[in-house]
């Protein structure tokens, strides 16, 4: 079964891009052929996947040609990463001129379906903007023209938090917004991250709250690993995290997680 899942959560410094890139990884390393889409304004996935250039957006706004995206082999699988946006604060100026322009919405467009014809693919991990929302004209673009290439795609959405009671309850308030305003596809998971030691009971019970709260299916515990901490080698070298590993081999062996998993070991 193909899958897109977009990681997501209420604020930066979570570890959402590592845990992408992580993902991506870990996908790969089985075999299959992974879509990592980084549409974070820091652009952190792309820059570690060696994309210097103007991302996918800006470089329609400036008329210019870019390489925005890479493509490479990691173990028995694929990963093209494509850089949607990722250079700075032009992010919700450049979306605007694109919804508003229908020259630059039809290059956008045809660069984007060139991409995604190019490299077929398996799965596809999103990576995010804190508290992005479906009704963000950035989400709107990119899922809309993604959907028209791939209309049967399922999308899945997992939300990451820190382990404070602050940032567990931060999130929870932007779940309940963020499904609000979309129709596609649905939330299956909460995962705390960057769990210290010594704290792993109060973020079990942080985790049980979280799962009541929104009756997902899915739970994901995360200890701090320092390994990929303010990681800033290339991807392809980037240790996998053993529990995100343990999530991609739940993706891949069950999809539609219809019963309750806690990935814990």
Known sequence: MKLRVSIQSAKGGVGKSTISMNLSLALAERGFRVLLLDRDNVGY???????????????????????????FKFKKGFITVVKITGDGPRYDSDVKRVMNEPELRTRFSNLYTNVLKSYPHDYVIVDNASLITFDHDMVRLETTEYLKNYPNMPVRRIYV???????????????????????????????????????????????????????????ILIPFFEEVFQYADEMINMPIIPRVRRLAELIVSNPSLDTKIILDK
């Open 45 to 71: 996935s792309s820059r570690l996947a060696g994309i210097e250039d103007l991302g996918l957006l800006s470089s329609v706004v400036d008329g210019v040609e870019s390489r925005f995206f890479e493509h």
């Open 161 to 219: 938090s820190n382990n404070s009671k602050l940032a567990v309850d931060e999130t929870l308030a932007y779940i309940s917004n963020a499904e609000s305003k979309t129709t596609v596809g649905k939330a299956i998971g909460f995962c705390i991250n960057m769990i210290a030691p010594g704290m792993e009971s109060y973020a079990e019970s942080l985790l049980d709250k979280a799962l009541k709260a929104t009756n997902f299916n899915l739970g």
